[in-house]
């Protein structure tokens, strides 16, 4: 419970930052209100505090801890934590201008995590329609538009605790600093059909991939700070600080290393809120000749398939595919010698999950989600399997929009391997498992009125 | 009541029935009756109307007026909206509010304006502005009733954004005299689009990013 009053503690100065705005824009606002014919400024927030009671079962100790573990907790973490609290606050600031910032605090997963930081911050502009088009332009640090799984307030998931193993890693490696465009469109007066577009270019995210590669796919809730320096798995090679110009082992995934702008674009198809499908492309387009602040460019680009269907009877069907390749410059040979950053490799990522979920009654929803995930080496047969599994996540939540839910949750991943023999000196399969009861509070600005 | 007490005064109803391809009824379809003889007037011109919103949606969906009315745009939500239209009939735009902050706006051209929302996506209303004081929309039955029109030639319209602009039923003629109340049944040819579903209650999945 310390845990919880130090978060608690750290939220608060965000929190009366927020308020204090807040009320400037309010007051604001009074004075427009007497000129009836002008708008009013409004800003909105939600504030969540997550908790959790947790009951973690696996071979390796936590990532967020340096650990091999695909889980966010290992069994020293056994008992209640406190698993984020944050506050996502919208200001709008003038009509079709809105401010966002998402300002979070997580307790685990590297020594300055304990502290408030930004998960998302930036300026959304939607000029009014002049035609059926729908433009929208947002800049700053933002999620790209993938995941269908991450719709609450600071990117939380209705559905249950962890996220899939792609949205995972889209917080944990993904979040381009840059604009965005993106435009949407009914094909024609009174239709439900939509099309969207959508593109951007950014900076940062030269890293991404590196967490992926050497820790594997991770199933969990905690999504990477803007300055976060996450740790990273105690591979002995990088005990030689000259390798890597460091001695630490960690990772800050949203750093940019060349200097070139990457990119990401998609299109979307909509019927009603029935039917959803889309289609992107991401890159980030990093050098992995590239060295820069401790950390090297790694090459990431996927695509990316996700659709969404509302069924009868309150249930829906969500599913995401992500397939892709990093390169990058290892230091390693499957001989286990010690050699410089020159071999330059390009690894498979791949991953996908489907999730069937039911609401009833609008407070009782049953999720259950089937991942598979894979990083792969095909290029030198045989093929390299750096991690390769499965997951099956089973979820029931108890909610009540705007004030608390209770979720349920139970989770069994099982991977598999090969390099980790030679890297870690550590087992190659693993089944790991946990159950979660977790409890989120939430004030929100929609209810105080 | 309006009968019995303007005995001297000739005019009776028309009764509308309108119908999918399949024969099943339609909800929510615009009904208007257009004099063809300028003798039939004498509404006392046209009165106020809201288009309501509430829980994020445009009530009424569908909202008829004559034109010239005023229409006021409440807000009775606890989040802002920021309702605009870009169609022909009627370009505006009612910046960020919440409670009834703006004056009424005046709907002088006759058609189709469109009502959305800069801030929620999934907000749609619609608005049909005509030129006549006898309009009406069907009940969930496919029932409508344009009372008490005095005697006269009429063409006698349907509209709903779900039909496609050619599957329309054309206008029908149609006499009104002797004080007897004429039935009409209108019959869309092609599929009607679905209805548009407002975001009443929670849904199973996301449509929109928070
Ligand atoms: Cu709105």
Known sequence: MGQILNALRSIALPALAAAALGTAVQGRAADEAAAPTRSAGRHDFSIQIDTAWNVPSSPFSAWVEGGLGKLRYDESDRGLNAARIFVDYRARLKPGLTARIVADHVGDGGADADGVDVGEAYLEWRPVPTSANRHRLRTGAFYPPLSLENGGPGWSSPFGVSFSAINTWLGEEIRPIGVEWSMRRRTRLGSPQEIGVFAAGFYGNDPAGTLLFWRGWSLHDRQTRLHDRLPMPPLPLWSDGAIVGHEEQWLEPFDEIDGKPGGYAGVEWRYGRRALVQLSRYDNRADPYAFSGGQWGWHTRFNHLSAQLALPRGFGLIAQWLDGSTDWLTATTPDGRHTPFTEHVEDTLEAKYVMLTRLVRDAHRVSLRYDGFEVRRDEAPPQLVADSGRAWTLAYRYERPALFDVTVEWQQIGSRRDLWPFLYGAQPRARERILSVGVVLRLDSSRLR | ?210
């Open chain 2, 1 to 210: 009541m309006l009968l019995g007490a303007l005995p001297a005064l000739a005019c009776a109803d028309i009764a509308v029935t309108v119908l999918d391809a399949d024969g099943a009824p339609v909800g929510d379809v615009a009904v208007y009756a257009v004099p063809r003889t300028t003798a039939a007037t004498g509404s006392a011109g046209p009165a106020a109307a809201v288009m309501d919103q509430a829980d994020s949606a445009f009530v009424p969906h569908l909202l008829v007026v004559e034109a010239g009315t005023y229409i006021e745009f409440p807000n009775n939500d606890t989040v802002s909206h920021h309702v605009y239209s870009f169609s022909d009939a009627k370009r505006f735009e009612l910046p960020l509010y919440k409670g009834n902050l703006h004056p009424p706006l005046r709907f002088d051209t006759p058609g189709v304006v469109v009502l959305g929302c800069n801030i929620h996506d999934g907000m749609l209303g619609y608005i049909l502005v005509v030129d006549t004081p006898w309009f009406t929309v069907t009940n969930a039955a496919g029932e409508a009733r344009l009372p008490a029109l005095p005697d006269g030639d009429y063409a006698v319209h349907v509209w709903t954004p779900r039909a496609r602009a050619g599957d329309l039923p054309r206008p029908r003629q149609t006499n009104v005299s002797d004080g007897s109340a004429r039935e009409l049944r209108f019959r869309f040819e092609g599929k009607l689009m679905p209805a548009h579903e407002d975001r009443h209650g929670r849904s199973t999945l996301t449509w929109d990013r928070y």
